[in-house]
């Protein structure tokens, strides 16, 4: 029962995140929507982390077979991309490596900002 709550909070997130984004009038995919409000709650504590948590790790988990559906349409789009595949892997390595980059980069100011964070904690004297 713990898991249909938790998937429950997740799609009704999911569920405001498409309304906004027929809404909105913002080229802005629903699900960016989605994951703006999930971070922003549970940033405010309006959602707990444990409220979430396992079903949200199930679902990181079961990620890669959520590929699989579209790498098949890729296979069966060969006659359209063959004529450009050279163009299209160029893309796609480009691409992800600028992505892994950014998000390194996103990933150390945040730990930065972390960091930061407690020292001026600590240095206030709030660590006991």
Do not use: H
């Not at 909105?24 to 999930?38: F, T």
């Amino acid at each position: 029962m713990k898991y249909l709550k938790q998937f429950g909070i997740i799609l009704a997130i999911s569920f405001i995140g498409e309304i906004l984004n027929n809404v909105v009038p913002l080229p802005i995919p629903a699900s960016i929507y989605g994951i703006v409000i999930m971070f922003t709650c549970l940033c405010t504590g309006v959602i707990k982390l444990s409220s979430v948590k396992e079903t949200g790790k199930f679902l990181v988990d079961i990620m890669p077979i959520m590929f699989v559906p579209p790498s098949v349409a890729l296979m069966d789009s060969w006659g359209i991309i063959k004529p450009i595949w050279f163009a299209f892997l160029f893309i796609s390595f480009i691409t992800t490596f600028i992505v892994m980059g950014v998000g390194g980069w996103s990933a150390q100011l945040v730990i930065r900002a972390g960091r930061k964070k407690e020292a001026r904690r600590v240095s206030e004297g709030g660590a006991e």
